[in-house]
């Protein structure tokens, strides 16, 4: 088999693949005998029918999947031998790809257009500034989530026509019973104790939203070094219609530029990833699918779920395509994030949460 490349330009170039009878005969003539083997015709007894005829019916269709399966697996051995980084998928080149006559030719010429990412350095250094905020915990934010508890664990009162009352929850009181109710086994002893540990709660929760305000200062900063750098845009356009065939023109249009930043933003990763070898272990998406699902529990009051009942809720979620994938993505992210951390100048914000909701607007 013959492939070749044509140079690169604008990020562009054209891989052609020319097959001739010797890289596909014995594949074609093996699956041929396997249908004769197998095949069933009046007429004649089982495996007994004519190879002619069996070429004849079948041929064509096993030559047309003995050459696509050629052509696929040559063109990825082509991208990864010569480690090209390329964006999206390879296009057929319907120009440089003559036409295809099964019944009359023996070589066969495909051609593909790809496109390759640009040359770019996404790293930040100490010269790179990134807040890092503490959200302070106010008696206040205390009171709301105690007062919380106390309505969803409080009697509820149904509605009276009679009287004409409507129906509400009479909050129940801030005693042990509240206490064992949020926290199970290991409640608080008392009041103070269960503030304390209300306050904890919530710093843990805030910490998660600083965490994620991190992330997002540092992706912007690092999207920030990759401004001017150029993408084959008509490329990207050609191949995002021909994968999203309900895409229209006038959406691609719209969408296109935030479809750009994400490029950017999957491409510097991954020049993290392997700049400083992060790779993502199964215990690692285990455990942050188990943190999730804690964090879903508490949502709803369940502060004290036991460890099976998380460990069997993650194991479900994770059997499920769509959220394995955004997991790992999640955890491949928070190590970049930690690697940026370690990376640049971090200053120290403490600020309130009223601010904070203020950074997102």
């Known amino acids: 088999m013959k492939i070749e490349q044509s140079e690169l330009k604008d990020l562009k170039a054209v891989v052609t693949l020319t097959i001739e009878p010797a890289d596909y005969q014995e594949e074609v003539n093996k699956q041929l005998k396997e249908v004769r083997h197998k095949a069933q015709m009046p007429g004649f007894r089982p495996g007994m029918v004519p190879a002619g005829l069996v070429k004849k019916m079948y041929g064509k269709g096993i030559l047309a999947d003995v050459l696509n399966k050629l052509v696929g697996e040559n063109l990825n051995k082509h991208i990864e031998d010569n480690k090209l980084q390329i964006l999206g998928e390879p296009l057929p080149n319907d120009a440089e790809t003559k036409n295809i006559d099964l019944d009359h030719e023996d070589t066969f010429t495909f051609a593909f257009d790809i496109a390759v990412a640009p040359e770019f350095d996404a790293k930040l250094n100490g010269k790179n500034k990134l807040p890092e905020y503490t959200i302070q915990v106010t008696d206040e934010m205390i009171d709301k989530q105690v007062e919380a508890y106390t309505n969803r664990f409080g009697e509820y009162i149904p509605e009276d026509k009679e009287k004409g009352t409507k129906a509400e929850v009479k909050p129940c009181k801030v005693d042990a019973e509240l206490f064992a109710k949020v926290y199970g086994k290991e409640a608080p002893k008392n009041e103070k104790e269960f503030r304390a540990r209300v306050k904890e709660d919530i710093e843990r929760s805030l910490a998660e939203e600083s965490k994620y305000r991190f992330g997002v200062d ?39 530029p935030k479809m750009i930043e994400e490029l950017k933003w999957h491409l510097a990763k991954d020049q993290y990833m392997k700049e400083y070898k992060i790779d993502v272990q199964k215990e690692e998406v285990e455990a942050f699918a188990k943190r999730v699902a804690k964090m879903q529990f508490m949502q709803y009051g369940l502060m004290n779920v036991e460890e099976d009942m998380l460990t069997n809720y993650a194991q479900e979620m994770l059997k499920q395509d769509n959220q394995l994938r955004n997991i790992v993505e999640r955890v491949a992210e928070d190590k970049v994030f930690e690697v940026i951390k370690g990376i640049a100048k971090i200053e120290p914000k403490t600020i309130s949460h009223e601010d904070f909701d203020k950074l997102f607007k």
């Open 218 to 256: 540092a992706k912007a900063a690092v999207l920030k070094k990759m401004e001017n750098i150029a993408f084959p845009e008509d490329f990207l356009k050609r191949w995002v219609l021909a994968t999203n065939e309900k895409m229209t023109q006038e959406e691609l249009d719209k969408d296109f």
